[in-house]
């Protein structure tokens, strides 16, 4: 066949009709190496190598959350967005690919409406830059405030969210209006959370009512999360405080967590929190972290994280150091 004919054919099937959404397509591969001593804990969700409390101390390749694939774009006002998380992949078990944002909405000249599966207001709005490696704050004692339905997850849906900027302030209202139905276990659900800078000072605030009205219990609940961060020359520190209330235990932690720029694209982080609950109980956090930028895409990190768990029967005191890698595209 004629090359020139291939080659028209080819240019043609890739070339988007005229009457397609503008669409972007990008991600990010990430995965560390960490040591765990007997009972150190990392999440599963998602497909990670690594254990939960295991019986014994372990090494071994694990993705708490880095590796994702996202499609988003717009038809003017019209936006979408579609992500998925591809930890699965490294066990070689697409099967296991999850989701996480599906979301589509209109933007308006006051702010935009979606409607689907996202982040709940409450979550990350601390900023965490250690979040989703085996160093984050979250699912940790650091955290004490259910982001929605489940302790263990940043998203939630069916919701509707209205997102707007006021005041340099950026506000979200989240609500799920399903009622009586089977595939919603947030009916009822809402949450509010705000995040902006008042001069040298950031700050950022959020309440939920967990579970929502209809999860099938009548168990009542609240979530809260406040804090503040300012930058002391290189420093940047950030004070948090959380309650989870819901009617049968409460839960409350104070967190706070610092990283310093020590120039050539290299920061270190530090971070303690604590967190009660029942009675008297307390299990804390610490970690210590650094992170070095090796181009705008790519960066590596490491560290070092120590764990106190007071319900623990055993292996109380547990700790894990590793070091790892992402790369955005």
């Not at 990008?26 to 019986?55: C, E, R, W």
């Not at 209202?173 to 509010?192: I, L, M, N, R």
Request: no cysteine; charged share 20%; aromatic share 8%.
């Amino acid at each position: 066949m004629n090359k020139k004919i291939i080659a028209i054919a080819i240019a043609s099937a890739l070339t988007a009709p005229a009457a397609m959404a503008d669409v972007t397509v990008g991600g990010q591969i990430g995965a560390a190496y960490v040591s765990g001593s007997k009972g150190f804990s990392m999440p599963t969700a998602g497909g990670d190598l690594g254990q939960t409390a295991g019986s014994d101390a372990y090494r071994t390749m694990a993705d708490s959350g880095l590796s994702k694939l996202e499609f988003s774009g717009n038809d003017g006002n019209a936006v979408f967005k579609i992500a998925m998380d591809i930890r699965g992949l490294m066990s070689g078990s697409a099967g296991q690919l999850k989701g996480r944002d599906f979301w589509l909405g209109y933007k308006f000249n006051a702010g935009t409406l979606t409607f689907g599966r996202m982040p709940a207001a409450l979550a990350g709005i601390e900023g965490d830059k250690y979040n989703a490696t085996f160093l984050e704050l979250r699912r940790t004692a650091a955290v004490a405030t259910t982001y929605n339905n489940s302790t263990d997850t940043y998203y939630t849906s069916p919701i509707a969210q209205w997102a707007m900027k006021a005041g340099g302030a950026s506000i979200k209202v989240q609500y799920d209006p399903a009622d009586k139905t089977s595939t919603s276990a947030t009916e009822g659900y809402y949450a509010v959370s705000v995040k902006g800078q008042a001069g040298a000072i950031g700050y950022f605030a959020g309440v939920n009512n967990g579970q929502g009205k209809d999860t099938g219990t009548s168990t009542k609940e609240q979530n809260m999360k406040v804090g503040a961060s300012m930058k002391f020359g290189a420093v940047k520190a950030t004070l948090m405080a959380m309650n989870s209330d819901d009617s049968t235990d409460k839960n409350s932690a104070i967190t706070v967590f610092a990283d310093m720029d020590m120039g050539n694209n290299l920061s270190a982080g530090v971070a303690f929190g604590t967190q009660t609950s029942g009675a008297n109980k307390k299990d804390t956090m610490m970690r210590l972290a650094l992170t070095k930028k090796l181009s705008k895409a790519t960066k590596i990190f490491g560290g070092y994280v120590a764990k106190r768990n007071d319900d623990a029967a055993a292996n109380k005191d547990t700790n894990g150091i590793g070091v790892g890698m992402a790369i955005k595209f």
